[in-house]
Every structure is written in structure tokens, then in C-alpha cells.
């Protein structure tokens, strides 16, 4: 190749690696190499379920439902009820029927009564994946083959979940059939928003200490705009939701449990960090391999350039989530909900010697008694790419012994070394320089 067409080469290559770049934010097209959303067969927790043969099809809705949670190892206890119509099955979902989640940390599940089963799982190349799972509920089974519908995405692969195939959390305000009011916009919920912001359009089973927040609560319009009213007159706190359903209905009965929303909404975010940063990297280095081979040039052993900046980008961005810096601090007592979920949740927590452990719950103040999340075990974590990955613990351990003060300002000097403890502890792929 000459040299003004290696030029020309060089620049078609480095525009595609950098399209959309802005402060080390890189456009993903997750439909191309090396992701290839729609190509080819994950390799997630649900698609091998689907590959065990083990059986799961027959029995009743929520028995089919049973199964399914039972092989992903979620919770029943986890159960959070959603009323505003902010799904692909609108049709069915109303105050007295609402959306069902449960979730696991891996995992994601959705169900309403009458309708599908809908799944979100995590692969380890292309992010979030998501299943249909139909179902006659006259005959109570499932009808054909699960599906991943490219609909999905029109939701759920756009900017809340950072143009990536993700989950998303949304506080709205929603009317007596569960119609958001478009016209006085939504919030997007993580552990930051405060709780005067969230849970519109969802029930709250619970003790919100206190709190102001916008559950169990239906939108009006009257002469001065729109304003939200309690679901039952006079009650903004539920212990459960026999008031407004038919607890019968649902695995979990009547809870909406706000401990159960609070870890969710964390989780939530945290996941899409990770996804997005999983995808971004392994698609610029991708790119950036293949603009150094295709001058003939050799690919450096280390990142460079862009790629660097990306990196150094999203790692911060994954440490500052993984460490709470920007959490919404609890106040007064705190929050209190279901004993049976928080039991479900630490079940299999992973503890020191000394028993701590990063699931241990707070309350007050803060959600979790040491602020570095339990996701940090988990197999969305472990499947960031390497170079990505080792970044991050470097900022970590930085951070946690006092070398890395603007991610951990908000950590006392107990509370680092806590946390450094139990990582020690506990990860079984912490890096040998820890």
C-alpha cells in the first residue's frame, strides 16, 4: 500500500474507533464485530438452561414461572411490583395487576398475570440478553420456543441503559389505569436519585423511615397540574398489598418489599456500567488491532492512544459505582422492609473469617455497612476484558489504601481498610499484587 493510502487507511479507521467519542465515551454498535448481538448462540445462564433439558414447560403460569426462577436461582422473596405501564404487555398491567420482577445477581425476571415471562441474563461477549417466554394460560404451558425478540431493545438498548442492552429503572407518574402522564417526564432511578424521586408507578411494601417518595401513589390532573395522591386514601405505607391485590396471585404474595427496590436500583445501574464497559473496550480494541494490522504495523502490547483513554474512563466509572461515591444518604433511621428477602439476599453471601462481608445490609445512613458492592463477585464483573478489568482493581487497591482520593473521599479510613480486608479475604480472583 503507498503511503497516502495508508494515510487514508489510517484516518477511515481511527474516525470508525472514535465516532461519538466525548470525554472518553465511545459510541457502541453492538451489532457489529466483535459482539455480534444477533448472531450466533449465547452462551448465558438462561440459554443453557434451555440446553440442559432439563423440564420446565408444563404447570400453571406462576409454576412454570417457579421453575424457571428455581434454575436461575433467584429468590421468590426478591418480588417487586410494578403498576405503570412501562412494558412491552401494557395491555395487562393496572393497579390491580401489576408487573412482577424478581432478580438474583445475575439474573432478571418479569411477569404479568395473563401474559409472557420475560427474561434479561448476561453474556459474556454480548452484554444483556433478553427471552420471551409465551405462555398458554389456559392449557398452563409454554407455547413453542423461547424467543429474543429484536423489540426488546427499542427500550432496552437505548440512552438510560447507555445505548447498550441493559435494564432500566424508571420513576413515573402514573394514572388510575397506569398510563404515565408523558407530559411531566420521568426519572431515571440508581442508588443516587433521592427518594423524593423514586418508585413512581410501583408498590412499596415497608418502613421508609420517614422518606417523602412517590409509591403506592396515583397521578391526577386538576386545575393546577398534575398532582399524585396514596392509592387508598389516607395510607402511604404498606406492610403488604392486600389492600390493592390479590396477593394469591403473585410467588412472592403481597410484598414490593423497599429494600428489595433499593438493592435492585443499585444493581440495576451497576450492571450497565459494566456492560457498557465491556462492550466499549472489546470493540475499540477490536478496531484498534485491526487499523495496526491492516497498515502492517504491529499491535502494541499495551493500550495506547484512544483505547487508553477509554479505559482510564470507564474504569473510574466502574470504581466510582462498585464504591457508592455518589449514593444518597439515608437519613433519620434509615429504611426498614421483608426479614424473608433480607434472609434471601445474604443466603449466599461471602464472608471473612471474622464473618463481614460485603452483602451486609445498614439502613441507615447508607444501604450496605461497607461501600463496595457484592457485584464485584459476580460473572458480569469477571467477564470484563482483561486490560479493563486490571485497571480497575489497580484504582481500587490505589483508592482503598489512601492513594486514590478523589473515588474514595467519601470513605472513612476504617471503613477502606474494612473493605480492603474482606476483598482480601474473600475474592477468588484477586490479582497476586493484592
Known amino acids: 500500500m503507498s503511503g497516502l493510502g495508508k494515510w487514508f487507511c489510517m484516518v477511515w479507521i481511527v474516525l470508525a474507533c472514535i465516532g461519538g467519542e466525548r470525554g472518553g465515551v465511545v459510541a457502541v454498535d453492538f451489532e457489529l464485530e466483535p459482539i455480534n448481538y444477533w448472531e450466533g448462540q449465547a452462551r448465558d445462564r438462561f440459554a443453557q438452561l434451555l440446553e440442559s433439558g432439563v423440564e420446565w414447560t408444563g404447570g400453571t403460569p406462576q409454576e412454570v414461572l417457579g421453575k424457571i426462577l428455581a434454575h436461575l436461582e433467584i429468590p421468590t422473596e426478591s418480588q417487586i411490583l410494578v403498576y405503570s405501564k412501562t412494558s412491552a404487555q401494557n395491555a395487562r398491567i393496572t393497579p390491580e395487576t401489576p408487573r412482577a420482577i424478581y432478580f438474583s445477581d445475575e439474573c432478571y425476571v418479569g411477569w404479568v398475570q395473563g401474559g409472557a415471562i420475560e427474561v434479561m441474563v448476561f453474556d459474556a461477549i454480548r452484554g444483556g440478553i433478553f427471552y420471551l417466554v409465551e405462555l398458554d394460560v389456559r392449557r398452563g404451558r409454554v407455547v413453542g420456543e423461547p424467543s429474543r425478540p429484536q423489540s426488546c431493545l427499542n427500550c432496552h438498548g437505548r440512552t438510560p441503559s447507555g445505548s447498550i442492552p441493559g435494564g432500566l429503572v424508571r420513576s413515573v407518574f402514573a394514572g388510575w389505569d397506569g398510563m404515565p402522564y408523558f407530559q411531566q417526564g420521568s426519572f431515571a432511578v440508581d442508588d443516587s436519585t433521592v427518594l423524593e424521586n423514586r418508585w413512581g408507578g410501583w408498590y412499596v411494601t415497608g418502613d421508609p423511615g420517614g422518606h417523602p417518595h412517590m409509591g403506592n401513589a396515583i397521578a391526577r390532573e386538576n386545575e393546577s397540574g398534575i398532582v399524585l395522591a396514596p392509592i387508598v ?37 451497576l450492571h450497565n456500567v459494566l456492560n457498557y464497559a465491556n462492550l466499549t473496550v472489546r470493540q475499540l480494541s477490536y478496531r484498534t488491532e485491526e487499523m495496526y494490522r491492516s497498515l502492517g504495523e504491529e499491535v502494541p502490547s499495551e493500550p495506547a492512544g484512544t483505547l487508553k483513554r477509554v479505559i482510564d474512563s470507564q474504569s473510574s466509572l466502574i470504581v466510582r459505582h462498585l464504591l457508592f461515591t455518589d449514593e444518597f444518604p439515608l437519613k433519620g433511621d434509615g429504611v426498614d422492609g421483608n426479614h424473608q428477602f433480607q434472609s434471601a439476599f445474604l443466603k449466599d453471601r461471602i464472608a471473612t473469617g471474622d464473618g463481614r462481608s460485603l452483602k451486609d445490609l445498614r439502613l441507615y445512613g447508607r444501604l450496605f455497612k461497607h461501600r463496595c458492592s457484592y457485584l464485584i463477585y459476580s460473572q458480569v464483573f469477571d467477564n470484563l476484558p482483561a486490560v479493563l478489568k486490571n485497571e480497575v482493581w489497580r484504582k481500587l487497591k490505589d483508592g482503598l489504601t489512601g492513594r486514590g482520593s478523589d473515588l474514595t473521599r467519601h470513605l472513612s479510613t476504617s471503613e477502606r481498610e474494612r473493605i480492603l480486608q474482606i476483598l482480601s479475604e474473600t475474592h477468588p480472583a484477586l490479582p497476586a499484587n493484592w
Not at 252 to 262: C, F, P, Q, T
Open 233 to 269: 386514601a389516607g395510607i402511604q405505607s404498606f406492610q403488604d398489598l392486600s389492600a390493592v391485590l390479590n396477593p394469591n396471585a403473585y410467588l412472592g404474595g403481597g410484598h414490593s418489599d423497599i429494600v428489595a427496590l433499593m438493592i435492585f436500583e443499585h444493581q440495576v445501574k
